[in-house]
């Protein structure tokens, strides 16, 4: 990571950083989402250095700095938990390859589509607004149950996490706001 670079990763996979010189670093990390606008920009192949746009600098810049706001709804709405869900069965795998692992990691992945399932009928009926919030943590409890004797064994491809710290983590641990942080 040089000195004007801008780099783009997914944190959630494995990384480390040293910085080798004497002299002190400072990085501007922003965690996005960005727009389509900014993933083609990231993503797309460069075009020819002669037709890179120039910018000129401007000591007084004044840009409109775009921040989310906190409009987190007490439960969890079900599209945000099938892109989780999704992202992790993508990312599922065994440790070790052995048939004990592998149904081990096929009955994962079912319980996975279940919740699913079950959290957008919950969602259905009750809405994300917090009502009969019980039956949300139930279901996320019940899951976390199941899941645990399942995971043995089983990680994430990219960066070797495993995969229940990963349900939880990323899952599990952000589905119904707590009563004391909705007061």
């Known amino acids: 990571m040089a000195a004007g670079e801008a780099w783009i990763f997914d944190n959630w996979r494995r990384h480390h950083v040293v910085n080798g010189s004497d002299a002190d670093r400072i990085h501007l990390v922003a965690d996005t989402t960005g727009t389509a606008a900014f993933w083609r920009f990231a993503c797309d192949r460069p075009p020819p250095r002669a037709q890179w746009r120039v910018m000129p600098w401007n000591p007084d810049p004044a840009p409109r700095l775009l921040t989310e706001s906190d409009q987190r709804f007490p439960v969890m709405p079900a599209a945000e938990v099938q892109l989780l869900i999704d992202d992790l069965r993508a990312e ?42 019980s039956d949300f943590v139930r279901l996320a409890e019940a899951v976390r149950q199941a899941a645990a004797p399942l995971a043995a064994g089983l990680v994430m491809r990219t960066n070797n996490a495993g995969a229940l710290l990963v349900l939880e983590k990323r899952v599990l641990q952000h589905l119904v706001v707590a009563d004391e942080a909705r007061a």
Request: glycine share 8%; aromatic share 8%; net charge positive.
């Open 92 to 133: 599922l795998t065994t440790a070790v390859d052995t048939s004990d692992a592998r149904l081990r990691m096929s009955r994962f992945d079912l319980l996975l589509e279940s919740f699913v399932q079950d959290w957008r009928q919950l969602c259905a009926l009750h809405g994300v607004g917090g009502r009969a919030r």
